[in-house]
């Protein structure tokens, strides 16, 4: 199973809960600021994502969304 996320950088408030979370490494933290001040969490390694929503699930913010491929491969 293949997943994307997409992360709301002007909501998000830099915690790194979903960074930390990530069991692939898919998320880091940015080096700039959104308009509110904070270093959000950016997408690194999308090709890793498996659409686990383990960040979305953690993300005190709700500013990650995650949606999944659910598609076989042919034989």
Known sequence: MRGM?????????GCAYCADA???GVII???HFNKNG?????V???EKCTGC???ATICPEVA?????DNYKQKK
């Open 64 to 68: 990650i969304e995650v949606y999944r």
């Open 5 to 13: 996320i997409k992360i709301s950088v002007e909501r998000c408030k």
């Open 38 to 42: 904070f270093f959000p969490a950016v």
């Open 29 to 31: 933290m940015s080096t």
């Open 44 to 46: 690194k390694r999308p």
């Open 22 to 24: 990530c069991p692939f």
């Open 53 to 55: 929503a383990i960040c």
